[in-house]
């Protein structure tokens, strides 16, 4: 269920075809209620799918909040997306402690290296 989500997350991100995600989320849906305590809500999930519908439906709401902001890591041997979380929202690699500084390095040692 797990890998199934993420196939369609991948689809969705790099084709743009929605079909396999939208089939995810028909694993489950949301129910507004009012409770005594107020606004509320009831979630439906198939049993085995909650994490697996989770995650499609966090998605959904990155997509919906800020699209711009779901990148893939700039970093070419980095198969990651990732959620830029930056204030100016110029974040380039998943992870700074790896892909940024891989990315660095190479830089680094392309500059500094003594031809022979």
């Known amino acids: 269920m797990l ?3 993420r ?4 689809d969705q991100l790099e084709r743009g075809d929605a079909t396999a995600l939208n089939l995810v989320l028909a694993h489950g849906r949301r129910t507004p209620l009012l409770g005594p305590d107020g606004p509320a809500e ?3 999930v198939e049993p085995g799918w909650g994490p697996a519908w989770d995650a499609a439906v966090d998605h959904l709401r ?3 909040d800020r699209p711009e902001r779901v990148r893939r890591c700039a ?5 990651l997306w990732f959620h830029d979380t930056s ?3 110029t974040r380039r690699w998943c992870s700074m402690e ?3 500084n891989r990315a660095k390095a190479g830089r680094h040692y392309a500059r500094t ?3 022979t």
């Not at 970093?75 to 198969?79: I, N, R, Y």
């Open 98 to 100: 790896t892909c940024g």
């Open 42 to 44: 009831r979630v439906d």
């Open 75 to 79: 970093h070419p041997a980095c198969v």
């Open 3 to 5: 890998r199934e989500t």
């Open 113 to 115: 290296r003594t031809p």
């Open 62 to 64: 990155l997509l919906r």
């Open 7 to 10: 196939s369609a997350l991948l």
């Open 87 to 89: 204030r100016n929202g």
